[in-house]
C-alpha cells in the first residue's frame, strides 16, 4: 500500500487560535452592548443601531449637539459685570479689537496691562477674521480704548456665535473623522462609534470653558484631532500641518509635541529607516511654520517702511527690549531686519511666560498641592525652573519611549494623554483650563474598541467628572455654578455614570479583584467631591485658612489626575505587549 501523501495544510498555531478566541470574547461583549443598551445615551441611540449610513444620523446629533452649546451660551461668561478686567471675554474682545485697528508691528507690543496678546500668531490672525466680520456689524464693539468691558448683549450673541462656528468648522469635523476612523480601525460597528462621537462632542469640560466660561480651546483641540486621525491615516504630512497649526493658535499644544514626535520617529524607523519620509515630513514642518508667520513679518516689514513703530506711545526711538539687551552688539538696531527680530523675541517671551512663576492659581497639579506643605514658591525661581523640566521629563518619557518602539495606531489616543497628564501635573506655569488637553485624547479612547465597556468608560467619565470638579472654584467665581451642575450631571447620566447611576460597575458584574479595587476606588473620590460640594456651600472655613476648600479641591484633584496618568500609562503598556505575564494570565483564562 502506498504511503498517505502528506497533507498540504499547515496546523493551525496554538497562539493564534488563542488569540482568535479572546478577540471572539470581546466582539461578544460588544455584541451584547449593541443588542442591550446598558446606559442612557446607548439607548437614546438604539433606533439609529439599524442605519448602514452615518449620514442619516450625523446630522441630528449636530443639530442636539449645537443647541446644547447655544442654550449654555445663555449663561453668563468670564468677567460678565466683574470690573476692573472683565475675564477672558473681554480678553477675546479686545484681541479682535488691537488686530483689526491696530498695525500688526503693535499687536504684541500695545498696553500689555490690558489684556495684552501672548498667545501666537494665529490667534492674532483668527481674532483679526472675527473682529473684521464684527466690524461691519456694528463698529462700536471693537472701538479702541472706548469699547473696553462692553455688556452689550448683541455683543455677546456675535461672540458665542463665533465660538460655535469655529469649533463646527474645525474641532467637530475632526472629531467625526477620528471616530470613523478609529472606530473602524479597532474594528467596532458605526452604530456603536456614533455613541462615543455623542460622548465625544458632549465632554462638559469643553463646553463649560468654551461656551460657557468664553474661550476657544476647541480651535487648537480640533486641530491635534485632525492631526490624530491624519496620523491614523498614515497622511504624516497633513499630521505635522495640522500640529504645527495648533501649535501656532495655542502654545498648550506643546503638550502633544513629544508623542507627536516619537510616534513619527517610530513610524520612520521601524521597520526599517525611512529617510525619505522623516525628510519629507520635516520639510513640511518648516514651510508650514513660515507660511503661518509670513504675514506677521511681512506686516512688521511693510510698517517699518511706512514709519509705523511697534511702540508709538513712547518718545524717540524704543529702546531696545531687555530680553534684547544682549544682542544690541551683534544687530544693527538701525538695520531693516531689527523690527522683525524684535517682533519674533516679543512674540515669544509673550507666548512663554517664564516671568509669571510656577503656577498663577490654584490648579491640581502637583506643585501646587505640595506648595500647600513646602511654600515652595518662595523658593529661587531658576531651581523650580529646573525642577518642572526634571519632573516633566521623568513623567513624559515613559509613555514616548513606548509609542516610539511600538507606534501603534490603536494606542495613540493613550500616548498622547498620559504625555499630556504629564505636562499637566508637572510642567511650569499650568492652568485650571489646561485639564481639557489629557481629557481630549482620553475621551477619544470612547470611540475605539471597548470604548463603551466598563473598564474604559468607568476611568474616561471618572476623569472628566474631576476634570470638570477641579474648575468649579474657577466658575465659582464667575457664577457659573448652574451650568456646571446641569452640563456635569447630564453627561454621567448619558453615560451611566456616578453620580447619577453606578451601572458602569455592575452592568456586567464584577470581574475579578481589579474592578473591584477600581470601583471602590472611584467611589471614594466621587463621595470625596459630593462631600466637598456640600461642606464648601455651607460649612464657612476658619478664618486662619480662608482658602482651605480650594485647597482641599487641590489635593483631592492631583491625586485623581494621578491615577488617571497611571491608568494611562498601564493601559498603553498592556495595549502594546509590554506586559507578558499579564497577556499569558489573560490567554490561559
Known amino acids: 500500500m502506498a504511503a498517505p501523501s502528506p497533507s498540504t495544510r499547515k496546523p493551525r498555531r496554538k497562539g493564534k487560535k488563542i488569540d482568535e478566541d479572546i478577540d471572539r470574547v470581546i466582539r461578544t461583549r460588544e455584541e451584547t452592548l449593541v443588542r442591550t443598551p446598558s446606559f442612557p445615551l446607548a439607548a437614546f441611540l438604539w433606533p439609529a443601531r439599524s442605519s448602514s449610513s452615518q449620514w442619516e444620523v450625523l446630522p441630528l446629533i449636530l443639530m442636539v449637539v449645537g443647541l446644547f452649546r447655544w442654550a449654555a451660551g445663555l449663561w453668563g461668561y468670564s468677567g460678565f459685570e466683574k470690573p476692573p478686567m472683565y475675564g477672558d471675554y473681554e480678553a477675546q474682545r479686545h484681541w479682535m479689537e488691537i488686530t483689526t485697528r491696530l498695525p500688526m508691528s503693535q499687536w504684541y507690543f500695545h498696553d500689555l496691562e490690558w489684556w495684552g496678546l501672548d498667545y501666537p500668531p494665529l490667534t492674532a490672525y483668527h481674532s483679526w ?202 544687530i544693527d538696531t538701525g538695520s531693516f531686519y531689527y523690527p522683525v527680530v524684535e517682533m519674533v523675541v516679543q512674540v515669544l517671551h509673550r507666548v512663554f511666560p517664564f516671568s509669571r512663576g510656577l503656577f498663577e492659581d490654584k490648579v491640581a497639579n502637583f506643585w501646587c498641592a505640595l506648595n500647600v506643605v513646602l511654600k515652595i514658591k518662595n523658593y529661587p525661581t531658576e531651581l523650580l525652573q529646573k525642577a518642572a523640566l526634571v519632573a516633566t521629563l521623568l513623567a513624559i518619557v515613559p509613555p514616548n519611549i513606548i509609542i516610539f518602539f511600538r507606534p501603534r495606531k490603536a494606542t495613540m489616543p493613550l500616548a498622547f494623554a498620559a504625555t499630556a ?91 475579578g479583584w481589579s474592578q473591584v479595587g477600581t470601583a471602590t476606588l472611584h467611589t471614594l473620590f466621587y463621595v470625596a467631591m459630593a462631600a466637598w460640594h456640600v461642606a464648601e456651600a455651607y460649612v464657612a472655613p476658619p478664618l486662619h485658612k480662608p482658602d482651605l476648600w480650594t485647597v482641599a479641591n487641590v489635593g483631592v484633584g492631583f491625586a485623581g489626575f494621578g491615577l488617571c496618568y497611571l491608568w494611562c500609562l498601564w493601559r498603553l503598556l498592556k495595549d502594546s505587549d509590554l506586559l507578558p505575564s499579564y497577556a499569558t494570565k489573560t490567554k490561559t483564562q
Open 421 to 511: 497628564w504629564g505636562f499637566f501635573l508637572f510642567s511650569w506655569q499650568v492652568h485650571e483650563k489646561s485639564v481639557l488637553l489629557p481629557l481630549m485624547p482620553m475621551t477619544l479612547l470612547l470611540a475605539g474598541r471597548q470604548g463603551l465597556n466598563r473598564d474604559i468608560r468607568s476611568w474616561v467619565g471618572f476623569a472628566n467628572i474631576l476634570g470638570a470638579w477641579t474648575m468649579f472654584p474657577l466658575l465659582k467665581r464667575v457664577d457659573l455654578r448652574v451650568p456646571y451642575a446641569v452640563l456635569t450631571l447630564l453627561w454621567s447620566y448619558l453615560l451611566g455614570l456616578p453620580p447619577t447611576s453606578w451601572n458602569v460597575y455592575t452592568d456586567e458584574g464584577f470581574g
Open 129 to 330: 477674521v472675527l473682529g473684521k466680520i464684527g466690524t461691519l456689524i456694528n463698529p462700536d464693539w471693537f472701538a479702541l480704548f472706548t469699547s473696553r468691558g462692553s455688556q452689550d448683549p448683541n455683543l455677546k450673541i456675535f461672540m458665542r456665535a463665533t465660538v460655535i462656528v469655529s469649533e463646527y468648522l474645525i474641532y467637530v469635523p475632526a472629531a467625526v473623522v477620528f471616530a470613523r476612523r478609529y472606530g473602524r480601525l479597532t474594528g467596532v460597528s458605526i452604530w456603536t462609534a456614533t455613541v462615543g462621537l455623542v460622548a465625544i462632542l458632549m465632554q462638559p469640560g469643553t463646553i463649560l470653558i468654551d461656551h460657557v466660561h468664553f474661550q476657544y480651546n476647541t480651535v487648537m483641540l480640533g486641530l491635534v484631532m485632525a492631526c490624530m486621525s491624519s496620523l491614523l491615516a498614515e497622511r504624516y504630512k497633513w499630521s505635522a500641518v495640522f500640529f504645527v497649526g495648533a501649535l501656532m493658535f495655542k502654545q498648550m499644544a506643546l503638550y502633544y509635541a513629544f508623542t507627536i514626535f516619537a510616534y513619527l520617529l517610530g513610524r520612520c524607523t521601524f521597520p526599517k529607516v525611512n529617510f525619505s519620509r522623516l525628510f519629507g515630513i520635516a520639510l513640511v514642518t518648516a514651510i508650514t511654520y513660515g507660511v503661518l508667520v509670513l504675514p506677521l513679518v511681512a506686516g512688521t516689514i511693510y510698517d517699518t517702511y511706512r514709519g509705523v513703530g511697534s511702540r508709538p506711545d513712547l518718545d524717540g526711538p524704543p529702546p531696545p527690549l531687555p530680553i534684547l539687551a544682549g544682542l544690541t552688539e551683534y
